[in-house]
């Protein structure tokens, strides 16, 4: 088993219990978790799940190999997050924060390209509920999010995975729970960070 796929599913597994805490310390905030891994296939692993709720990630459950079907990954999620969180979103009882964590360039989509993708982020953060953002592991994150359209406040890259790269989303969710908290809805992910 290679040390990548042992320090993501680590990682993940500290930011299930992260966000287990934060929901604790916030209670007033519904927290909802969705989790999809993707190489050619897109597979949902939780889908809109409270965070008491959530278990563990094992090395059954993420297994990179193959290609990358980014963009199939990111309208997959986002519809699903539509269909199961939509009238929410549009009554203003909820706001979306989609962090996308790749290692890979996207090469195997068949139904999606750059274009549908940054159509759909366009149109969703113009509504101001939705945040997209982006990890970019071993590559070059800002040139995928300028193809998707994701905000360069919003882009991270590491050159491998770490520590660091879990404490960044640990700290960006407990910032924007507490700004959602007082009833702040930002738009920016990272604090202070450019890609």
């Given amino acids: 088993m290679s040390s990548v796929t042992e320090q993501t599913v680590y990682g993940l597994n500290k930011q299930i ?15 909802f978790v969705s989790l999809v ?3 050619e296939t897109v597979k949902p692993v939780f889908n809109r ?4 709720s959530l278990r563990k990630i094992n090395f059954s459950d993420y297994a990179p190999e193959g290609s990358t079907s980014l963009n199939d990954a990111i309208i997959r999620s986002v519809s699903d997050l539509r269909n199961e969180a939509g009238a929410e979103i549009g009554s203003d009882e909820s706001s979306v924060v989609v962090t996308i964590i790749t290692d890979g360039y996207e090469n195997s989509s068949v139904n999606f390209n750059d274009k549908d993708v940054a159509s759909q982020i366009k149109s969703l953060e113009e509504t101001d509920k939705w945040i997209f953002s982006l ?3 071993n590559l070059n994150a800002s040139s995928i999010a300028e193809k998707l359209g994701i905000r360069k406040k919003n882009v991270m890259h590491f050159d491998f995975y770490s520590n660091a790269v879990f404490k960044k989303i640990d700290d960006s969710i407990e ?7 007082n009833g702040i809805i930002k738009n920016e992910f990272f604090e202070n960070e450019a890609g």
């Fill in 17 to 31: 219990a992260r966000i287990k805490e934060l929901a604790a310390r916030y209670p007033s905030q519904e927290i």
């Fill in 37 to 39: 891994f993707f190489n």
């Fill in 49 to 52: 799940i409270l965070p008491e």
């Fill in 135 to 137: 990890i970019g592991l």
């Fill in 175 to 181: 910032a924007y729970i507490g700004s959602k908290e």
